[in-house]
């Protein structure tokens, strides 16, 4: 996949989220602090996430805590934006104003940072064979809180010997304090005699930049050996359950297709719904046949089950795998249940998840595509009671997964596509193209 990264990545800490009060979708964005769902309306205290560095007028601040349509809001004696300029916790006072009622409100604000260093300079590099290339000159990062962020410099993991005349993908990754991550790719093209040697360097006047990746897999389970060849090559797709592979780094920017609120009943509304894996706004369609991956991880249902029955979720499903299948016919696609719930959330019934779910095996089973495969993942997530999701599992919302459930559903994934010979069968499809 040759994709030209421009989109910054979300980090994890927004996956623990609240409601946004957006209807019944699961927002990308929380603006609660995890303790509810819904803000009363008759408190006055409200809590709300806020960007570090970031200017707030008032009606901003005031929106944020979703005491409804029609609110005006103003600070107390001041018409200045306010900018938090540290991590953590802090408080304004702002009067909210409807109807010609004025009331006092105090937002307690929990202030992060969510967004990732930017690059500038990278540009791709041409050089004679023999030439000694430093592949960090010009390249700069800026960042919105951290003053200084390093970065790393690799090449493509199949390129067996990037000194070698021909071209070569290398990337460009930069990790700022709170964990947000930029990637950005160029291409190495190196010209001359294919018995000279190049030698490539990516170096700052402090240290030299390491080779490795970035981003590393927790050891295989033991239940199989084939977790990282999965996970290298999987694509996700779907809403922001999805979006927890990218956001906890399980996989790169440039393989996410997944973002908060998409549901199975509208991801082709591109009026709502656009991606850039590649850094171009594509719809979801598009985005797929633009990565073209070899394995795609499709996830969405947890924003359908309010809205939709099962049986129209999964003529959608159906709907959706035809498509997908036609923008990349050579690709294993899993199509992954709906996770649970926990005991305490309220967002839904959660037998509308289980009927879903149901719906949606049988639809795989009696699909009989070879290349199509159903995973359990409601069953990886789900306790002791069969029923909700298990202790530890889930953010303070109850609905959004934590961090370590995407390795225990990356290892179960393995274990499944093992089953039906998926390693070969990727191998097969990539040695084509």
Do not use: W
């Not at 959004?400 to 179960?412: M, V």
């Amino acid at each position: 996949m040759k994709n030209k990264i421009t989109k910054l990545l979300v980090p994890a800490c927004l996956l623990a989220m609240a409601l946004s009060g957006c209807g019944n979708d699961v927002s990308q964005r929380g603006v609660d602090d995890g303790s509810s769902t819904a803000v009363q309306a008759n408190a006055t205290t409200y809590s709300i996430t806020a960007e570090v560095n970031t200017a707030y007028s008032a009606q901003k601040l005031g929106e944020l805590a979703s005491l409804g349509d029609g609110y005006k809001f103003a600070f107390d004696g001041s018409d200045n934006d306010v900018r938090f300029s540290k991590l953590g916790s802090s408080t304004v006072s702002l009067k909210a104003t409807k109807d010609s009622e004025t009331t006092a409100i105090t937002l307690n604000v929990t202030v992060v940072d969510t967004t990732s260093p930017v690059f500038n300079g990278i540009k791709d590099i041409t050089a004679k064979a023999g030439e000694q290339i430093d592949l960090k000159a010009g390249v700069t990062v800026t960042d919105n809180y951290d003053q200084n962020v390093d970065f790393t410099v690799t090449f493509d993991k199949d390129d067996a010997d990037h000194n070698a005349p021909g071209k070569h993908t290398i990337t460009y990754v930069a990790k700022d304090s709170s964990g947000n991550v930029a990637s950005r790719k160029a291409t190495l093209t190196i010209e001359g005699d294919p018995s000279q040697t190049t030698t490539t360097q990516a170096t700052t006047a402090s240290q030299p930049v390491s080779t490795e990746a970035t981003t590393k897999a927790a050891d295989p389970s033991g239940k199989s050996d084939n977790v990282k060849f999965y996970q290298d090559r999987a694509v996700i797709a779907g809403d922001s359950i999805a979006y927890g592979f990218c956001a906890y780094g399980f996989v790169p920017y440039e393989h996410n297709i997944a973002k908060g609120s998409t549901a199975m009943r509208n991801y082709d509304d591109t009026s709502i719904f656009m991606f850039d894996p590649t850094g171009t706004d594509l719809s979801m369609m598009d985005a797929i046949k633009a990565v073209k991956p070899s394995l795609l991880y499709v996830s969405m249902g947890m924003n359908d089950v309010n809205l939709v029955d099962d049986q129209y979720y999964c003529e959608r499903y159906k709907d959706f795998i035809a498509k997908a299948k036609a923008a990349v016919p050579d690709c294993v696609i899993v199509a992954c249940s709906i996770t649970p719930i926990a005991a305490t959330s309220n967002f839904t019934d959660i037998n509308k998840i289980r009927a879903c779910n149901e719906g949606l095996k049988k639809l795989i089973e009696e699909l009989k595509d070879p290349n199509v495969v159903f995973f359990d993942a409601y069953s990886v997530i789900v306790g002791d009671d069969g029923m909700y999701a298990a202790p530890n599992t889930t953010g303070p919302d109850g609905i959004h997964l934590s961090g370590p459930c995407y390795q225990q559903l990356l290892d179960k994934l393995a274990v499944v596509l093992d089953q039906y010979g998926m390693k070969d069968k990727i191998t097969e499809i990539e040695s084509k193209r």
